[in-house]
């Protein structure tokens, strides 16, 4: 049975296929820069969904010994790559839209892009509002990015809409450019947060409070088979979180005994939340 990962990041691949031969088509017919930059954005959405797809891949592959906490943060190193895609695009679109302000041919057959620029709204939606769904239920970092870049382009694509209503309504050629570059300035921005974000695991940074909250909750649940905790140590590492510490115990515990009670506890955190790795470290109490 194929992964629903890879089920959604292919019907990502050739939902992106799709649209970038429509609103290249589109584009160059009524010469509107607003569905061109669409378009062109269209090739980054299909670099970031094959990246997506080569990133959920490699992180399904099991531990091995260069590797030995597995291959999940690939999808973070994928997303920054995408992420940093995204805003050099951007800053493509600004700059042909800042030439085309300054003099260049008009948009034409605006009933064309309207409906072409409407489909892609409804399109890309629904796909990204997919996607989004299985990267919270698989945790998977590739996939939320290439969500994220999706749903940008929802946002692009209205936005360009918009310009195009609006002209077709005006005359005024000039929102044209103007809508691109604001549409640009977004996309820089979706970019950047894309790339924060993706970044935490990849500094081992802390995990989230709530999480924390939940451990300790564990632990004090079952506080009187031990003595105290210490070194508690966790992180987030793409689809998993790795938590470390050391457990005190009575010295005359038995060693069967303390093992079951590190073993219980290590379940019950990872039923709580699933996506931890656990190790406890037993110690005498000093």
């Known amino acids: 049975?194929?992964?629903?990962?890879l089920r959604a990041s292919s019907t990502a691949i050739v939902t992106v296929l799709f649209m970038f031969a429509l609103k290249l088509g589109v584009g160059l017919t009524t010469q509107s820069i607003g569905i061109i930059s669409q378009a062109v954005d269209s090739v980054t959405d299909l670099m970031a969904s094959l990246l997506a797809f080569y990133a959920v891949?490699?992180?399904m592959e099991?531990?091995?010994?260069?590797?030995?906490?597995?291959?999940?943060?690939?999808?973070?190193?994928?997303?920054?790559?995408?992420?940093?895609?995204?805003?050099l695009v951007a800053l493509a679109v600004a700059r042909e839209?800042?030439?085309?302000?300054?003099?260049?041919?008009?948009?034409?057959?605006?009933?064309?892009?309207?409906?072409?620029?409407?489909?892609a709204v409804a399109v890309n939606l629904a796909v990204s509002s997919y996607l989004?769904?299985?990267?919270?239920?698989?945790?998977?970092?590739?996939l939320e990015a290439d969500a994220t870049h999706l749903r940008t382009d929802v946002l692009s694509n209205a936005g360009v809409l918009i310009g195009l209503v609006i002209m077709f309504v005006t005359g005024l050629t000039m929102?044209?450019?103007?809508?691109?570059?604001?549409?640009?300035?977004?996309?820089?921005?979706?970019g950047v947060r894309l790339m924060v974000k993706a970044s935490a695991d990849l500094l081992d940074e802390n995990i989230l409070p709530e999480e924390e909250r939940i451990i300790r909750e564990v632990l004090g649940e079952h506080s009187r088979g031990y003595r105290q905790f210490h070194a508690l140590k966790a992180r987030r590492g793409g689809a998993k979180n790795y938590l470390e510490l050391h457990l005190a115990v009575e010295r005359d515990m038995r060693v069967d005994d303390a093992h079951d009670l590190a073993e219980h506890l290590e379940k019950e955190i990872r039923r709580r939340l699933?996506?931890?790795?656990?190790?406890i470290h037993l110690e005498p109490e000093k």
């Not at 010994?65 to 973070?76: C, L, Q, T, W």
């Not at 300054?102 to 489909?119: D, N, R, S, Y």
């Not at 989004?132 to 590739?142: C, D, K, N, T, V």
């Open 1 to 5: 049975m194929v992964d629903r990962r």
């Open 62 to 87: 099991p531990p091995d010994e260069r590797h030995p906490y597995g291959h999940s943060k690939v999808e973070n190193l994928i997303s920054v790559i995408v992420g940093l895609i995204v805003i």
């Open 175 to 190: 929102i044209d450019p103007i809508i691109a570059l604001v549409m640009a300035a977004y996309i820089i921005f979706s």
């Open 132 to 142: 989004f769904r299985i990267a919270r239920l698989e945790r998977s970092m590739a």
């Open 97 to 119: 839209a800042v030439g085309r302000l300054m003099g260049g041919e008009e948009p034409v057959m605006l009933e064309l892009g309207m409906a072409v620029m409407a489909a």
């Open 274 to 279: 699933p996506h931890f790795q656990v190790i």
């Open 57 to 59: 891949r490699k992180s």
